[in-house]
């Protein structure tokens, strides 16, 4: 067996890489990269089998680079991937890798006979904000990517690309937060760590365990174990289960322990955002699991093995810790990604995005014990509700379709119905039950005609928006005529709300009023 693996030099896939290369039904992997510097690095960590590596010097922005890296494979594994906060600081990086990238991959397959089978990694970043009204998620859910969120943008679109391309067997991995050796110490650099709403439901995954998946999928496939009616052909959410199910206060509280530290000792309550973020528990990741067996690891497991392998954080525990915030916390508040940074030299299009206008900003309590705390129980207009039963008893939204409906039982009945919902209509009259993966042409509620497969539709949760064409998100119109969007937006967001979120050529936030 021979594969390609892109992305190799990011959290995820170096794990992958660490754990494939050991594997005796793999002969060879080719792996593309961008620079000899992070070969060297790589090649330090591996310890046997390098003669099983290929290295191609290039990018997945050229089509060319991937033609080489691709031939003769039996698979690729498209990992690559401009995360936050790189994404924020070089946007023009992140459309290359994940949304132009994600285009090529497929273009280059779709001429290559035979086709290598595509795993493709996307993001839970696509379905947006979540908070305690609907903490629960399922692939099938609306994607309300949050504004200005260029990450998760690029990654859907890369994901459409994927489920419209003619790549003949493939498969979708919606991968959720991770947990990677040095994740403290690279968000401790950026503004990036304020984005974390503290009320927002998390699920978290280790790099490990992806990598564990990654490695099952090839040895099941390998085995003739897997066809399109159990994996091949759908999309998964990749999370690790109820012991990694928190909440964004608590992943900083857990991290913050290994110093004999918690949130409040670095935290004000005012630091961080109170919406806009992405974040959900799976009430579906079983599915993935269920077929390969890969959640072993715990979010409490990390944080014990992360301070058993770097022991300087053990003697961060007898710095008092109002000198740590001051040179820790403090000065990553004045960094342009921070909220406090977008506060202060009044961003106007943030603060409405993340707060909902300083008023809300202002009115933030100072006391953490005033603070409303999802993990107490305590929702944001005063209501009560046991934590501990909503975050073990999954919930479910209106999808005004069945999820659970075998694809080849799908109805036109089925399509109108969802296409309604939404506020648009079904335009293509001759569907035949079943046919899901047959293009066909829809109308968005504002009248503008787009093609789509029904199972990217009704499986997948894509609906088409500006979003998909332009840096700009009009959910606060939108919503007010898609029963779908509603069953989501209107927990975050104000029905009287009325903005229209967009990044200019050089990206710059900004926002529009919509009449």
Request: hydrophobic share 35%; with cysteine; net charge negative.
């Amino acid at each position: 067996m021979k594969i390609c693996l892109l992305g190799s030099t990011g959290n995820m896939g170096e794990s992958v890489l660490l754990e494939l290369i050991n594997e005796e039904i793999i002969d060879s992997i080719n792996l593309l990269v961008r620079s000899e510097k992070k070969v060297k690095a790589l090649l330090k960590k591996i310890k046997s089998n390098k003669e099983k590596l290929n290295f191609i010097y290039g990018s997945v922005g050229k089509i060319e680079d991937l033609e080489l890296a691709f031939k003769d494979c039996d698979y690729v594994i498209n990992m690559a991937a401009v995360i936050p906060p790189g994404s924020d600081k070089n946007p023009k990086s992140a459309i290359i890798a994940n949304e132009i990238g994600a285009k090529n991959v497929c273009e280059v397959i779709e001429k290559m006979n035979p086709q290598p089978k595509l795993i493709h990694t996307s993001t839970m970043g696509i379905y947006g904000d979540r908070n305690y009204l609907h903490p629960w998620g399922e692939v099938g859910d609306p994607l309300l990517i949050s504004p200005f969120d260029l990450y998760a943008v690029t990654k859907m679109r890369g994901e459409f690309t994927v489920l419209e391309s003619n790549v003949k067997t493939f498969a979708v991995i919606r991968q959720t937060a991770m947990l990677y050796d040095n994740l403290l110490m690279k968000n401790v650099s950026d503004g990036l760590m304020f984005h974390t709403c503290f009320n927002s439901p998390l699920e978290w995954a280790t790099a490990h365990d992806s990598a564990i998946l990654i490695r099952n999928i090839l040895r099941r496939d390998n085995k003739g174990e897997l066809n399109n009616s159990n994996f091949w052909g759908q999309t998964f959410n990749l999370a690790g289960g109820l012991k990694n199910r928190v909440t964004g206060y608590e992943t900083l509280d857990l991290g913050f322990r290994i110093i004999g530290a918690s949130v409040h000792d670095f935290f004000d309550t005012n630091y961080n955002s109170l919406r806009n973020f992405h974040g959900m528990w799976f009430s579906d990741c079983d599915k993935l699991n269920d077929l390969f067996n890969y959640q072993n690891d715990t979010i409490e497991g990390f944080w014990a093995h992360v301070l058993d392998t770097h022991k300087y954080f053990k003697l961060a525990r007898i710095v008092p810790k109002k000198l740590l915030k001051c040179f820790v916390t403090k000065p990553l508040l004045k960094d342009d990604n921070a909220p406090m940074y977008w506060v202060n030299h009044n961003d106007e299009a943030r603060i409405y995005a993340y707060f909902n206008g300083m008023d809300k900003y202002n009115a933030i309590p100072k006391d953490w014990n005033e603070f409303k705390l999802t993990i107490r129980g305590e929702g944001l207009n005063g209501e009560k509700f046991d934590y501990d039963e909503i975050r073990k008893t999954p919930t479910h939204i209106n999808h005004y379709f069945d999820l659970n409906k075998k694809r080849e039982d799908v109805t036109i009945e089925d399509l109108i119905k969802v296409a309604e919902a939404h506020g648009g209509k079904l335009i293509t009259k001759d569907f035949k039950t079943g046919d899901v993966y047959r293009k066909l042409e829809w109308e968005t509620q504002d009248g503008e005609r787009f093609t789509a497969r029904a199972n990217t539709i009704l499986y997948n949760g894509h609906w088409y928006n500006i979003s998909y064409k332009e840096y700009a998100w009009d959910f606060d119109r939108l919503a007010k005529k898609d029963k779908i969007y509603q069953e989501i937006w209107y927990d975050a967001h104000e029905k009287d709300e009325n903005k229209f979120y967009y990044y200019d050529e050089n990206f710059k936030a900004h926002y529009d009023i919509v009449k």
